[in-house]
């Protein structure tokens, strides 16, 4: 006897520096005024008037005289409703979010309990208990680091929209509603008159109603302006109105510079001099000044963010690792130099650049030319580093329901619970006089480690002899004559670096930040039940397995575990339901056994079982759709000591039958679908404790 069940154990938001769940916070609100209003003015009576008309002449006596004294006429009605409509929210819309570290876990498993074979034991005998765990694929675990998220958004959403309706009522009324009435009549009994000419009736609508809506939007804004966000949806930045404060930004290389002046004292023959060519003592010399400023470096700081998804190591046992920039600094060597010594040391690379504009703005020039010798660029780098790994097996109590005998590693103890059993586990359990239930308890054991440190590097960067030259010219012709087009022209030419080195100097580990392994709470405990019998029968039985057909509605049995193999793994429209009883192999030679035939049903895509051979015989011969199989197993045809009932019933509907050893089952099925035509008992079988 066999039962396998699939269990998915799983845990989310569990904390990633020990034991207990992250702290995980995520905050969106709006903070302000809202509002839905609707105005109306419900129905307004505009006008009522007098409505007047003029009945034609037909020119037949007879028939105008009768409108000759028509003196009351109808009226018309106007209403009116009139309504403002008006919804919006103006305000902030606030968001925070923060996460203290967190890891979410999976593991799925298949659990297989399995009795050995109890045929012709006897009380105080034992027999196998095995436990096999299998891990699935598909489990792991993924981590989130330590991140807080903000932002806050200024809303102005307003919606505004004038509506109504107007209603037009008429009606004909009194002497001449009847007036119009006897025209038309005489004009029908004149027209129906041989040999007369026809006169056209007078068709106006005795009544009527129109009624129409319209509506117009006032106003409608709906603007969102960013106020503040810093690593909004993780995206590692920080803006106030949308732009970085200072010019810096998180992840993005920031410029360091120094502002270097340099002195120079004027020409000798440019020297003041007095009125005989001689210096004059009296004036100072003149010294100028120039500064320019001296990049001598970049620095970038980042907001660390690790995501680390595990791959499989081996089953239960999955690992992953992660690296993020912290803070990263490249030094330009040269031009700490040029700081250091206050200039004298000149720039080893220089970026100049000249424009020329004449005063009508119709012709500008620029050019300049870059250069550099000799570049030296150097820094470290602190990067964060995660590497974790998970292990997890299933542990398993089996709770008895009344005390056993059982044989635990060669060790023979009389309990009512194993304890938890890691693993898959193989055991020995003596039959006693009465039948005991089971109840196995299934738990996830395992250990997360977490190792999180902060590393050094330092980068070297060289690169020599690199230059560029640039011209351009813009002629604003258009400024002269707008008929003309302006031009355009330009020239960038760039050499080098002819040589060029990369090279990572240094690179380790310089702390743990953190280092310890712990276990992840927050798993299901699974549950599943099964019997132990007391006693076998004297004879073998194997498992006929069970499936339910999604697609075609009906139910397959086989006890052939290469086919069930077939199913499981190819036919995911059928459904694995475990054992549906027990029966006999057909070569058993069990006194009173007889073979159970198998049909299967070629056009429905079913199978048929039967005991009776002129059964079999009837459909061989009469329903060719029906391709024999042979003998599936064997069964009884009558109740023997320990046998259940197998349940027959026929679907008037679809065709096919149905078969269960479930009272309940069977219960169901007589009760509520009547399309199954009840055909009692259609073998006996052998229970599946399990």
């Given at each position: 006897m066999r039962v396998q069940n699939r269990f998915t154990f799983e845990t989310v938001d569990q904390n990633l520096w020990g034991i207990g769940n992250a702290f995980v916070e995520d905050i969106d609100e709006f903070i302000g005024a809202t509002w839905s209003e609707t105005l109306t003015t419900g129905s307004v009576s505009i006008v009522s008037l007098p409505l007047g008309i003029n009945l034609p002449k037909s020119g037949i006596g007879v028939i105008d005289k009768t409108l000759a004294n028509i003196t009351s006429t109808g009226n018309i009605d106007v209403e009116a409703e009139f309504g403002l409509k008006t919804d919006g929210k103006v305000g902030f819309d606030v968001g925070f979010m923060v996460d203290s570290g967190s890891v979410d876990a999976v593991l799925p498993v298949d659990v297989v309990l399995e009795l050995g074979s109890t045929a012709g034991l006897d009380e105080d005998d034992f027999v196998d208990l095995s436990i096999d765990v299998a891990v699935l694929p598909g489990g792991g675990f993924s981590t989130n680091f330590p991140e807080v998220q903000t932002y806050l958004d200024l809303v102005y959403d307003v919606y505004a929209q004038a509506f109504g309706a107007v209603d037009v009522d008429w009606a004909i009324s009194g002497p001449l509603r009847t007036a119009i009435n006897g025209y038309n009549k005489a004009v029908d009994t004149w027209n129906n008159a041989p040999f007369t000419p026809d006169v056209p009736r007078f068709n106006v609508p005795l009544s009527g109603d129109v009624e129409t809506d319209w509506a117009a939007t006032l106003i409608d804004v709906n603007e969102t302006e960013e106020v503040f966000a810093f690593n909004r949806d993780g995206d590692g930045e920080w803006r106030i109105f949308g732009e970085p404060p200072a010019g810096f930004q998180f992840g993005e290389p920031y410029e360091l510079s120094y502002s270097v002046d340099v002195k120079q004292k004027q020409s000798k023959q440019n020297e003041p001099k007095d009125g005989d060519g001689k210096v004059d003592q009296k004036e100072p010399a003149q010294v100028t000044v120039d500064s320019f400023d001296v990049p001598f470096g970049e620095v970038t700081l980042t907001i660390p963010d690790i995501e680390v998804t595990s791959t499989e190591t081996r089953p239960g046992v999955y690992t992953g690792s992660g690296k993020t920039e912290t803070v990263a600094t490249l030094l330009d060597v040269d031009g700490v130099a040029t700081i250091a010594t206050s200039g004298f040391v000149p720039p080893l690379e220089q970026d100049l650049s000249a424009t020329f504009r004449d005063s009508k703005g119709i012709l500008e020039l620029g050019a300049g030319v870059e250069y550099n010798l000799f570049d030296i660029e150097s820094g470290p780098a602190l990067?964060?580093?995660?590497?974790?790994?998970?292990?997890?097996?299933?542990?398993?109590?089996?709770?008895?329901?009344?005390?056993?005998?059982?044989?635990?590693?060669?060790?023979?103890?009389?309990?009512?619970?194993?304890?938890?059993?890691?693993?898959?586990?193989?055991?020995?359990?003596?039959?006693?006089?009465?039948?005991?239930?089971?109840?196995?308890?299934?738990?996830?054991?395992?250990?997360?480690?977490?190792?999180?440190?902060?590393?050094?590097?330092t980068d070297l960067i060289i690169e020599a002899l690199s230059a560029g030259l640039f011209a351009n010219l813009d002629i604003n012709l258009s400024k002269v004559n707008g008929a003309l087009k302006d031009v355009t022209a330009g020239i960038n030419l760039g050499l080098g670096p002819l040589a060029s080195i990369e090279e990572t100097l240094i690179e380790g580990k310089l702390l743990d930040l953190f280092n310890d392994g712990f276990s992840l709470g927050g798993f299901q405990t699974f549950e599943s039940d099964f019997s132990i019998p007391a006693t076998g029968p004297d004879f073998e039985t194997i498992d006929v397995f069970r499936f339910f057909n999604t697609l075609a509605g009906g139910h397959f049995f086989t006890t052939n575990p290469g086919e069930r193999k077939f199913v499981l793994e190819t036919l995911p429209s059928f459904n694995a339901e475990n054992v549906g009883f027990e029966a006999l192999a057909a070569d058993s030679d069990a006194e009173g056994a007889v073979p159970v035939f198998r049909f299967f049903n070629t056009k429905a895509g079913g199978h048929f079982f039967t005991t009776d051979p002129s059964e079999r015989d009837f459909v061989e011969e009469t329903l060719p759709q029906f391709q024999p199989e042979g003998v599936g197993f064997l069964a009884f045809e009558a109740e023997v000591e320990g046998s259940i009932p197998v349940y027959r019933f026929f679907?008037?509907?679809?065709?096919?039958?149905?078969?269960?050893?479930?009272?309940?089952?069977?219960?169901?099925?007589?009760?509520?679908?009547?399309?199954f035509q009840d055909e009692g008992v259609g073998f006996y079988a052998f229970p599946d404790l399990f």
């Open positions: 990067p964060v580093s995660q590497d974790f790994s998970w292990e997890a097996e299933v542990e398993t109590n089996l709770k008895f329901s009344e005390p056993v005998t059982l044989s635990i590693d060669g060790k023979i103890q009389t309990v009512t619970e194993t304890g938890w059993l890691s693993g898959s586990a193989d055991l020995e359990i003596a039959l006693g006089d009465s039948s005991v239930d089971v109840t196995a308890e299934h738990r996830i054991d395992n250990t997360f480690f977490n190792t999180t440190s902060l590393g050094g590097r679907n008037t509907q679809a065709g096919g039958h149905f078969f269960t050893a479930d009272p309940n089952e069977r219960d169901f099925v007589q009760n509520n679908l009547p399309n």
